[in-house]
């Protein structure tokens, strides 16, 4: 794979569905089925360049440079935790891109950052899906960054695209950088792609969308993908998960978990709620028994998570006593819980620690 530099005036192919590819081939004067070729280039033989999709004729291929470039970016630095996690910075100066904010945002740099995690038996990539984030969760260094702008389906995938350990990749999470419901067409678009067969080929069960719960999005997500999905809880009791999660004032846990209820999951899509564990503030008797009613009924599992320290920011790590004490009591009250191990804390990939606000 060769990757050049992007001029970028031109289109990304990158980020195309197979049929707007065929329609693009169309409308150059080439027959469909050569959208099915690019795609294939794209997307399974990892082109970097229109000039390395051999079997488009010579012509067809200049004629489409003209106007798009294949829109494949390797990541501009690396850093890498000793445990082996390697967090990965992609982007480059803005010019304006589709999806910048207007604005003098729209001038700042687009960098985000890509997490990839290698364990005993899988690897998983934690992509970004905004430059920043406008959510504001009071745990969340990238909450602190404020939103610049949703990334384009191409600059989302292509985090996963030019990674140098993709062939290496079991999972995708969009877990990163921003909320990926506040940029849902964009996300859509990527999962149709991540898992078609004329993308990138991963089964659903493989891909995960973490949301706070911004509702018209996961309504959005439910009925347009079967990927699965992690909602963000972190406390079962309106005020206090509302002092650490605005969304909270508009979108209430209990109408999210109503939704989740309802929408029909099938026996393989699974939902899980992730829940940073906070010294001495909710993880106390009170909150397992109101969490256990909140999502009875539902099929999920919970996972919870250490939290990462911040700055300027009033919360310790809960104890791993007190966390095996909580994840026991949850699993008394039958609901499946793990206590999901800290990965590149070092070099500032852990969950909560992506940011990328001093490159401005
Ligand atoms: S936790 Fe997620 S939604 Fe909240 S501020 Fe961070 S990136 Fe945004």
């Given at each position: 794979m060769e990757i050049r530099s992007v001029d970028r005036s031109q289109v990304a192919l990158?980020?195309?569905?197979r049929d707007e590819l065929r329609k693009l081939s169309t409308a150059l004067?080439?027959?469909?089925?050569r959208g099915d070729q690019i795609a294939d280039w794209l997307y399974?033989?990892?082109?970097?360049?229109?000039?390395?999709?051999?079997?488009?004729p010579r012509e067809f291929r200049k004629k489409m440079s003209e106007q798009y470039e294949a829109g494949l970016k390797a990541p501009v630095s690396v850093a890498e935790s000793a445990d082996g996690t390697n967090k990965y910075l992609y982007g480059g100066p803005s010019?304006?891109?589709?999806?910048a904010l207007r604005g003098s945002a729209a001038e700042r740099p687009r960098y985000v950052e890509a997490a990839f995690i290698p364990e005993a038996r899988r690897a998983t990539l934690c992509l970004s899906?905004?430059?920043?984030?406008?959510?504001?969760?009071?745990?969340c260094m990238t909450g602190r960054q404020g939103l610049h702008g949703n990334l384009t389906a191409g600059e989302i995938l292509n985090q996963f695209a030019a990674l140098p350990e993709r062939d290496m990749v079991t999972n995708v999470v969009?877990?990163?950088?921003?909320?990926?419901l506040d940029n849902v067409d964009a996300v859509l678009r990527s999962l149709s792609i991540l898992t078609s067969d004329r993308g990138?080929?991963?089964?659903?069960?493989?891909v995960t969308v973490s949301t706070v719960g911004v509702l018209p999005g996961l309504e959005r997500l439910l009925r347009g993908s079967s990927c699965r999905i992690a909602i963000s809880l972190h406390s079962p009791f309106d005020e206090q998960r509302a002092s650490l999660m605005p969304v909270q004032r508009v979108c209430p846990i209990a109408e999210v978990v109503e939704l989740i209820r309802h929408?029909?999951?099938?026996?393989?899509r699974r939902v899980s709620f992730e829940y940073i564990v906070f010294r001495g503030l909710n993880h106390s008797r009170a909150h397992v028994n109101e969490i256990a009613r909140l999502l009875g009924g539902i099929r999920c599992r919970i996972n919870l998570i250490r939290f990462h320290r911040l700055p300027d920011v009033p919360f310790e790590a809960a104890d791993p006593a007190d966390m095996e004490e909580f994840r026991s009591a949850l699993e008394a009250k039958g609901i499946p819980t793990t206590i999901r191990l800290s990965r590149g804390e070092d070099v500032q990939a852990a969950c909560g620690l992506l940011s990328t606000k001093e490159l401005w």
């Open positions: 990158l980020g195309m569905t004067g080439e027959k469909p089925y399974a033989k990892k082109a970097g360049s229109i000039d390395e999709m051999a079997n488009l010019g304006g891109a589709g999806g899906t905004q430059i920043g984030c406008g959510r504001g969760c009071l745990f969009l877990m990163g950088m921003g909320e990926p990138f080929g991963f089964g659903c069960r493989r929408a029909g999951l099938g026996k393989y």
